[in-house]
């Protein structure tokens, strides 16, 4: 598997990172050389085995439904760029 | 799938019949206290901001600690929807950009949700039923809120439903009509209210529908569907419905072709409209959550909860229709609400269950409509309309007069009993009295006493005098009997 110049594009704008011309082709290079070394994987046989989710057999951690946290409306937005009343403030966005 | 069609659901066109095709996925908040994932509030409203965790603004280093009780209500809910109940199932990311979306994914189940394929028995109007598959039903998150209209340039974003646990419920695509869909997500809403596991509050957005909407020739292939986001009245789902459903067909009976895509339903315009700009972000590059492990309980986990469910409306009405004799129409009009359904039971209680039901839905329901009042708020509580179809049924006062009573008890509030008695309201059982009215009226009418004889339908007029000198208050049963004696009608 490889990805060719255009999914590159594709995938940088879809987690909205800004990639210049420049930088397309070598980050192709490097993507690929990633996906070739995961390739290698794929020599071992993993028919009926089951996909490990934890290194530990554990069950997962659950809470109480109480409210713990919120109150803090201040320190939510405390690195946004730009706030209003405890709103966050982003450039326009209208369907 | 291929039920034959039924002509009436049709809609014409300018040149064919066309056969509309309705699937759902309905979006349900889940009735809890804290959120999905934190253990910020799910209470509605509140200051900006003010119901956010750390992970609910995503911040780095913050874990999701899954809340137990959504995935109660979501296994209650799939009992709710006689469903299959998966013993394990996963949590997967949902990668889509959007400013109320701070982790850049949702999560969600994809390939592995906790509940699997169920139905819904949803009765239409004119008595018939159909039966709705579900799909599947999961667990997922809902996003944050966006202000459109606080800033010429800026968007406002508020979290507090930022990781509030949502039920994502999967149609199959069974629906034939705007009114199937509307009366499957009325029935969907009432189950979930009995349940208890989600509030179904339209005007709060706990439930909304996206409705895949598609038309077809009868017996053709499945057309090419649109979906239509975000509705969020049982209304407007019909009006969605009808409005897609012609546009599809203009398009398709001028030889165009619909393109797959989202679209969004305007109330206000009455049309539906693309939503373009959304159309790239259907690539959401699912995959399993590393934070998550996946989601297991055993089966006495499933049984436990399935022990502590209430009384489903479709049980409920089975159960008034056998053990009160009720028809299934008055049946189904009692148990759409809990509340409903218990009111009618505590008046029902000892007492004969038809007279029950009839001063239950065309007096109290009918009144409550008029002054747009639920069951909640009613003025006249169970015990004291059970006293007034008592009176009725020991033949203390007249259907008439419980009437006036029930008036009373409405706007004055008090011990139906104690009016009837300090009111005067009995019904006159002494024949005596009613003999020496009715001997008045013979007297007084010698010209219609002569027809009676000939018209024996007359003898409504004579009820209605008598009836009249009485105040309404003879006993109908004794006024008939007496009179046809008299007059000497048969």
């Known amino acids: 598997m490889s990805v060719d110049e255009k999914t590159v594009r594709r995938i940088a704008h879809l987690a909205r990172i800004a990639v210049t011309d420049d930088e397309v082709g070598p980050l192709q290079g490097e993507l690929n050389a990633i996906l070739a070394f995961v390739e290698q994987l794929g020599a071992v046989d993993v028919s009926g085995v089951e996909p490990m989710t934890s290194v530990t057999p554990m069950a997962m951690k659950k809470r109480e439904d109480v409210v713990t946290e919120g109150g803090r409306a201040a320190d939510v937005v405390a690195n946004a760029p730009e706030t209003e009343d405890n709103y966050f403030l982003v450039p326009k966005v209208v369907e | ?490």
């Open chain 2, 1 to 490: 799938m291929n039920a034959p069609v039924d002509p009436k659901k049709l809609i014409k066109g300018g040149l064919h019949d066309w056969e509309v095709i309705v699937g759902m996925e309905v979006h349900a908040q889940v009735s809890s206290r804290a959120k999905l994932f934190s253990g910020a509030s799910t209470e509605f409203g509140g200051e900006p901001n003010d119901h956010v965790s750390l992970v609910d603004a995503a911040m780095p280093g913050m874990l999701p600690v899954i809340n137990a009780e959504c995935v109660a209500q979501a296994v209650r809910t799939g009992l709710g929807l006689k469903a299959q109940i998966n013993l394990r199932s996963v949590f997967d990311r949902k990668n889509y950009f959007y400013p109320d979306l701070p982790q850049g994914y949702q999560i969600s189940q994809y390939k592995d949700p906790i509940v699997g394929e169920g139905e819904v028995l949803v009765d239409m109007a004119d008595g018939t039923s159909i039966t709705v598959g579900i799909e599947r039903l999961h667990l997922e998150q809902d996003a944050g809120k966006s202000l459109h209209d606080q800033d010429p340039t800026k968007s406002f974003v508020d979290l507090n439903r930022s990781g509030v646990a949502l039920m994502e419920i999967v149609s199959r695509p069974d629906l034939r009509s705007s009114e199937e869909a509307k009366a499957y997500v009325t029935k969907l809403r009432t189950i979930l209210r009995y349940l208890g596991t989600c509030d179904g509050d339209m005007e709060k957005g706990s439930l909304r529908a996206d409705v895949n909407v598609s038309v077809r020739r009868p017996g053709e292939p499945l057309g090419t569907r649109c979906e239509i986001k975000n509705v969020n009245s049982i209304r407007f789902i019909g009006q969605a419905i009808e409005t897609e459903a012609r546009r599809q067909i203009a398009i398709l009976e001028d030889g165009g072709k619909i393109d797959q895509e989202t679209r969004l339903f305007d109330p206000g315009k009455g049309e539906t409209r693309s939503m373009r700009s959304k159309e790239e972000a259907h690539d959401y590059r699912y995959f399993p959550d590393p934070d998550l492990l996946p989601l297991e309980f055993d089966q006495a986990y499933v049984d436990a909860l399935a022990a502590g469910l209430p009384e489903l409306p479709d049980a409920k009405k089975a159960r008034f229709v056998k053990d009160y004799g009720l028809s299934p129409y008055d049946a189904g009009v009692l148990v759409a609400e809990r509340a409903s359904a218990d009111y009618y039971e505590a008046v029902a209680k000892g007492r004969d269950g038809k007279a029950a039901a009839n001063w239950v839905i065309n007096e109290l329901f009918g009144r409550l409509n008029k002054e747009g009042l639920s069951i909640e708020s009613t003025p006249v509580s169970a015990d004291q309309l059970g006293a007034i179809v008592d009176l009725i049924g020991e033949g203390v006062i007249s259907g008439k007069i419980a009437k006036d009573l029930f008036e009373i008890v409405w706007t004055e509030g008090g011990d139906p009993r104690a009016i009837v008695d300090s009111r005067g309201m009995k019904q006159v059982t002494d024949t005596g009295a009613i003999e020496a009215a009715i001997d008045q009226i013979i007297a007084a009418n010698p010209d219609k006493v002569a027809q009676a004889k000939e018209k024996p339908t007359l003898l409504g007029w004579f009820v209605g005098q008598t009836m009249k000198a009485t105040g309404g208050k003879a006993n109908p049963a004794a006024v008939n009997a007496l009179l046809k004696t008299k007059l000497g009608i048969a």
